[in-house]
C-alpha cells in the first residue's frame, strides 16, 4: 500500500439493491485457504511481509486440519433464538466444550510446522502447555476483547476460535437467521472485521458485514454506520493515490470507523487478510478525530 501523509474523501456514486439475501453462512472448508492466498498477496508489496507470511501460515493450518475435526452439531434452541432475536450461537457458552479443545489441539500441532519468530513460537509452547491460559484467551477472544499482554497466544487461541465458531456456523439455517443488533453478527453475536460491498448474484452492489469469529456475513444499509447505525456525517476515506479496493468508513455520530472493501471490483478479497494487509491506512487514521471501532483478533496490539 502506499504511504502518503494524507487522506481523501471517497466520492464514490452510492448504488443499491431493493432485496439482497439477510445472510450468508460460512464455508470452513475454502474460508482460510482464501485468507491465505489473500495474505500472500498483501505480503508480496508490504513492509509487513514476515508478519502477514505468519498469518498466511496460520491460515493455511486452519484449513489444514478441517478434515481432521468431528462433525459439530447445529444447537438445538434455533426456533427459540430466532423468536427472541437472540443469536442461535451462544460466545459465552461456548466453554468448556469437547470439539472447541480438540479444535484447540490440532491447530496448535500444526501450528508447531510454522516457520516463525521465536517468540511466537515461544508463545505457542505456553498456551499449548497451560489449559488455564488457553481458556482465558479463548474467553477475551469470544468476548470481543483486546488483551494488554500475550497477544502471541491470543492470535493462536483466535485462530483455533474462528475454525470451530466457521464449523458451528455452517450446520445453521440461514432462512432462521434474524438481525439481533447493531454491529452484531446474527449467528453468534460477534462483532464486525470490516464490510464488503459484494458483488454476488442476486445482491449485486449490496454491503455486508463479516463477523470476526464465525466469518458469517450479513446485510447492512450501505451509507450507515455499522456500529451505531446513524446516517449523518458518513465519510469514506482512504489512502491518497492508493487504493480503492479498502476504506475506512467513518461516522461522525461514533467518532469510529470500520473498513468497506469493494468485492465488486475485486472479487479475492478477505474480510480479515484486506483488515490487517491495510494495516498502512490504520496508521493513517490514528492522526484523525475517528478511532478504530472493527475487531480483528490479529491486530489486537492496534
Known amino acids: 500500500m502506499a504511504d502518503p501523509r494524507t487522506l481523501e474523501a471517497d466520492p464514490t456514486a452510492i448504488g443499491g439493491v431493493v432485496t439482497p439475501p439477510f445472510a450468508r453462512l460460512p464455508d470452513p472448508a475454502g474460508l482460510f485457504v482464501k485468507r491465505s492466498l489473500r495474505l500472500r498477496a498483501y505480503a508480496e508489496h508490504s513492509d509487513l511481509k514476515p508478519f502477514l507470511l505468519f498469518l498466511a501460515g496460520l491460515a493455511d493450518a486452519q484449513a489444514a486440519i478441517q478434515s481432521t475435526l468431528a462433525a459439530v452439531s447445529a444447537p438445538e434452541a434455533l ?22 479443545d480438540a479444535t484447540f489441539d490440532a491447530l496448535f500441532d500444526a501450528a508447531a510446522a510454522l516457520d516463525q519468530p521465536d517468540e511466537a513460537r515461544a ?31 491470543h492470535a493462536y487461541a483466535a ?101 468497506i472493501l469493494q468485492g465488486q471490483k475485486d472479487m479475492l478479497v478477505d474480510a480479515v487478510a484486506d483488515d490487517v494487509g491495510s494495516l498502512g491506512l490504520d496508521m493513517l487514521m490514528a492522526g484523525t478525530a475517528y478511532r478504530r471501532g472493527a475487531y480483528d483478533p490479529f491486530l489486537m496490539g492496534y
Do not use: F
Open 79 to 100: 426456533a427459540r433464538s430466532r423468536h427472541h432475536a437472540m443469536p442461535p450461537l451462544d460466545r459465552a457458552a461456548l466453554l468448556p466444550d469437547a470439539a472447541l
Open 123 to 153: 508463545a505457542l509452547g505456553r498456551i499449548a502447555g497451560d489449559r488455564a491460559l488457553r481458556d482465558a484467551c479463548a474467553r477475551t477472544v469470544l468476548a470481543g476483547e483486546r488483551p494488554e499482554a500475550g497477544l502471541a497466544e
Open 159 to 259: 485462530a483455533a476460535v474462528q475454525v470451530h465458531m466457521a464449523r458451528l456456523a455452517a450446520t445453521l439455517d440461514v432462512a432462521a437467521l434474524v438481525p439481533v443488533g447493531t454491529g452484531a453478527c446474527p449467528a453468534c453475536g460477534g462483532p464486525p472485521v470490516s464490510s464488503t460491498v459484494v458483488g454476488w448474484q442476486g445482491a449485486d452492489g449490496a454491503r455486508y458485514c463479516t463477523c470476526a469469529l464465525c466469518a458469517t456475513m450479513w446485510n447492512v444499509v450501505r451509507v450507515k454506520c455499522t456500529l451505531c447505525d446513524s446516517t449523518k456525517g458518513i465519510t469514506y476515506m482512504g489512502v491518497e493515490g492508493g487504493t480503492d479496493t479498502v476504506k475506512a468508513e467513518t461516522c461522525d455520530a461514533c467518532h469510529r470507523y470500520v473498513k
